[in-house]
């Protein structure tokens, strides 16, 4: 291959990618994969003059691959060279577009978290070979009615769904979550279905003081400020885990009252009547001290060092020594 017939080859796949569906036509028709049975493109006017097709703003030429049948188009052959758009003309008036796009096989599953029993909760499906995605809720999408309201999103990837769940009613119907995405030749639809109940986890708890008992240590935690209300109601249940100080060995658990001579501890919630799957856990006693004198640093001055800032202010430079050297018993 010559230089200048790679750069063109290479010219053309760059223009095929640039100008790939970047939202979901009006109009499509979906070809099964390793299926023979002929599609047909239906031209929508009600003109009785006769009709061009294009694909792809060339005219098409009838061959044993594309027929003509009255208005309507018979592709005989579902490959990629006779995927895309085909439009119908009048003269110079274009009267319809269909794009036709085959079945993609995609291995990646759709993926959905809520924080709560609230009415959002989050969907994504990952996969970057697609330039239009959209999510709908409900069996009107899953069976690709007219009536489904899909959800775009400027997040190709990620999108917000609401429900009409009550969050105090028993939990008796699954939600049923469909996405579907396209490029310009390729179609791709997925279906999950589950409880609001087996999706929830929540956001990171914080810990809100710690309190001397004796020789133990009382944690308060709270729960995250998206957890749904009353919190008497939609309980948590908390998971403590600390450091020892003298060994460094990590230990964890589900009372609030721990052993005291540890030099770090964090905490993870989950709901407490489903179980659901524990969050992320939150920051360090150690970590949210330092967060705590890196922002005083960038308070007190704009062009200040955090290096000069640590060794000069006495509160920062206890707090290091405190957690490095484990001098100190909290």
């Not at 009006?26 to 599609?39: G, H």
């Not at 044993?64 to 006779?82: A, H, M, R, S, T």
């Not at 119908?88 to 319809?96: D, I, P, Q, R, V």
């Not at 769940?165 to 030749?185: F, H, I, K, Q």
Request: aromatic fraction near 12%; glycine fraction near 4%; charge should be negative.
């Amino acid at each position: 291959m010559t230089l200048s017939s790679w750069i063109a080859e290479l010219l053309l796949i760059s223009l095929t990618g640039a100008h790939g569906l970047h939202r979901f036509p009006e109009n499509f028709v979906i070809a099964k994969r390793n299926d023979r049975n002929p599609v047909t493109l239906t031209c929508r006017t009600a003109s009785s003059e006769p009709v061009t097709w294009k694909m792809d703003g060339e005219e098409v030429g009838f061959d044993d691959y594309l027929e003509k049948d009255g208005k309507n188009l018979i592709v005989q052959e579902i490959e990629e060279p006779f995927l895309g758009e085909y439009t119908c003309w009048t003269g110079e008036e274009k009267l319809s577009s269909t794009y036709l796009l085959q079945e993609a096989e995609v291995d990646e599953e759709i993926e959905c978290r809520a924080k709560s029993y609230d009415c959002n909760f989050t969907c994504s499906w990952n996969h970057r070979g697609f330039k239009a995605l959209r999510y709908g809720l409900g069996q009107e999408c899953t069976k690709g009615q007219e009536s489904c309201n899909w959800v775009s999103s400027s997040n190709r990837h990620q999108f917000v769904l609401s429900h009409a769940l009550s969050p105090y009613a028993e939990e008796r119907t699954m939600l049923e979550v469909t996405v579907e995405a396209t490029d310009n030749l390729h179609f791709f639809r997925r279906t999950k279905s589950f409880y609001l109940r087996d999706i929830i986890v929540p956001d990171s708890p914080h810990i809100v003081r710690c309190q001397k008992v004796d020789q133990k240590l009382n944690v308060t935690v709270g729960p995250p400020s998206s957890w749904s209300t009353p919190h008497s109601f939609f309980s948590l249940e908390h998971e403590i885990q600390y450091v020892f100080r003298d060994d460094g060995m990590i230990q964890s658990s589900l009372s609030t009252l721990i052993p005291r001579e540890i030099s770090k501890l964090r905490v993870r919630s989950r709901d407490s009547l489903t179980l659901s799957e524990w969050s992320h856990p939150s920051l360090s006693a150690f970590a949210l001290y330092m967060l705590s004198c890196v922002l005083t640093c960038l308070q007190c001055s704009l062009v200040c060092r955090i290096y000069d800032f640590f060794m000069t202010s006495p509160v920062c430079l206890f707090t290091y020594l405190w957690f490095r050297k484990g001098s100190v018993s909290i």
